[in-house]
């Protein structure tokens, strides 16, 4: 258990309107990350962080913005939802260059 | 070309049976490999990683050939508890914090 978890769990909003999922770990690591996983595309890194209040573009960045004002909080914010950002979102964590990830969020936007 | 390629499968075997997973890798300058399991539904674990001169768990053996560019995962006895997606994994960057590339995953069913 590398103590990741992630609020919330399942979500269903509407489009054009603003999303946070948070990802709260609790053994100071340094390395979050976000990644959203679709059928047909595998997992697919957002946005990553390498410590508070840095962070970095993953692949499919547009769309997200993240924040991390604390070691233990990675944030990631949707400004406004569309269809095409539903989907799974998982966060991890890099422990000695392997990654270790919270149970997901299930983000629905209709 | 895809920078990590799996066949999505899905392997249907009867429990008992030995099943082979291959896994392709575009960048030759990666750095580490890893092999990770996913249950339906739930968030992907690490399996095993993956090393030059192969690697056994149990029941599972990993190999890599650089040369080739391919990672394998060799799962022996098949049980009904293997049934999930193997996710093969390939960190391209040099240091332990670059960012993995996955694959989209193998499905494996182990049938009674």
């Known amino acids: 258990d590398a103590g990741i978890t992630q609020s919330p769990r399942h979500k269903v909003t509407e489009t054009g309107t603003p999303v946070t999922l948070r990802c709260h770990q609790t053994?100071?690591?340094?390395?979050m990350y976000w990644y959203r996983q679709d059928p047909g595309h595998g997992l697919r890194l957002i946005h990553y962080?390498?410590?508070?209040?840095?962070?970095d573009k993953g692949e499919v960045s547009d769309g997200y913005s993240v924040s991390r004002s604390k070691t233990e909080d990675f944030l990631l914010t949707l400004e406004s939802a569309t269809s095409s950002q539903t989907s799974v979102y998982f966060c991890?964590?890099?422990?000695?260059?392997?990654?270790?990830f919270g149970a997901g969020t299930r983000l629905s936007v209709l | 070309r895809k920078e990590v390629e799996q066949d999505p499968g899905p392997f249907n075997v009867p429990e008992g049976a030995t099943v082979a997973f291959n896994c392709t890798y575009s960048?030759?300058?990666?750095?580490?490999f890893f092999w990770y399991r996913q249950d339906c539904r739930k968030e992907p674990k690490l399996l095993m990683s993956?090393?030059?001169s192969g690697n056994e768990d149990g029941r599972f053996t990993a190999q890599l050939n650089r040369a080739s560019q391919y990672i394998s995962l060799l799962i022996r006895d098949s049980k009904l508890s293997d049934s999930a997606t193997y996710l093969c994994v390939v960190n391209p960057m040099r240091g332990s914090q670059g960012n993995l590339i996955f694959g989209k995953g193998t499905k494996l069913s182990v049938k009674p």
């Open positions: 053994e100071n690591h340094r390395y």
């Open positions: 960048n030759s300058a990666s750095q580490s």
């Open positions: 993956v090393y030059s």
């Open positions: 962080s390498y410590g508070v209040k840095d962070t």
């Open positions: 991890a964590i890099s422990e000695g260059g392997l990654q270790y």
